[in-house]
């Protein structure tokens, strides 16, 4: 079965830097990668998700990137802000199959 | 629009006490039903899973079950609940077509 890894397990950013979330998948019939927000006892949120027909997908200050060769994806927060803090989570899936999630990421922005 | 709606936002119970969490999907029929648990600062952890009525599949064995009385509505059980039970609990629903799960609000349980 699919196996995430997912790193690192905590980042530190200073505000306005980068921030890069890598993920690792083991199944290569997975086809659907969404990244998740979840913020200090709330929900998780779906904030972008790529599909495996395309290499990069942007949404203003975040980007994901998908290599199929080497079945790893990342997310990318640019201009990161204090409200960016939260813990992030990757998954894999193809279809009728149930999501794979990694373990998370906590992200601090430090003013 | 869909939305999803679960109830109660948090629950604080004795051990040995029964559990009832239910969850139910508005605006979308057929849906792929989930229970995730989260312990404190952890990962999200699949319980339960459902792809139509009457239909439970378990992930891991453990002290609770699940049902699916209607097509839409998904609840989480427990007759005795235990310490380790304690945790946030998060229901979620995914149409049939390749898309996110869409997490409802959580419960935040508390075993005392």
């Known amino acids: 079965g699919e196996n995430v890894e997912q790193h690192p397990s905590t980042l530190s950013v200073q505000e306005g830097d980068s921030a890069v979330i890598k993920c690792t998948y083991s199944?290569?019939?997975?086809?659907?990668f969404p990244w998740y927000k979840q913020e200090l006892g709330k929900r998780p949120q779906l904030i972008i998700d790529?599909?495996?027909?395309?290499g990069e997908k942007k949404d203003q200050r975040i980007a994901v990137t998908l290599n199929k060769t080497a079945k790893h994806f990342s997310l990318h927060i640019t201009e990161t802000q204090p409200e960016d803090s939260a813990v992030y989570f990757c998954?894999?899936?193809?279809?009728?199959?149930?999501?794979?999630f990694g373990p998370g990421t906590r992200l601090s922005v430090l003013p | 629009s869909q939305t999803i709606h679960q109830w109660p936002a948090t629950l604080v119970q004795p051990v040995g006490s029964p559990l009832s969490l239910e969850c139910t999907v508005e605006?979308?029929?057929?849906?792929?039903l989930y229970w995730y648990r989260q312990a404190a600062g952890r990962g999200l952890q699949l319980l339960f899973y459902?792809?139509?009525?009457?239909?439970i599949s378990s992930e891991v064995p453990q002290n609770l079950s699940a049902s699916r009385p209607q097509d839409r509505q998904f609840i989480l059980s427990s007759k005795k609940l235990l310490l380790s039970d304690s945790g946030f609990y998060l229901c979620?629903?995914?149409?049939?077509?390749?898309?996110?799960?869409?997490f409802g609000s959580g419960t935040r349980l508390t075993v005392v």
């Open positions: 605006g979308t029929s057929n849906p792929n």
């Open positions: 998954a894999a899936t193809s279809y009728g199959q149930n999501f794979v």
């Open positions: 199944d290569s019939a997975s086809n659907y």
């Open positions: 979620a629903w995914r149409g049939q077509r390749l898309g996110g799960y869409t």
């Open positions: 459902s792809v139509g009525i009457g239909q």
């Open positions: 790529i599909r495996s027909n395309v």
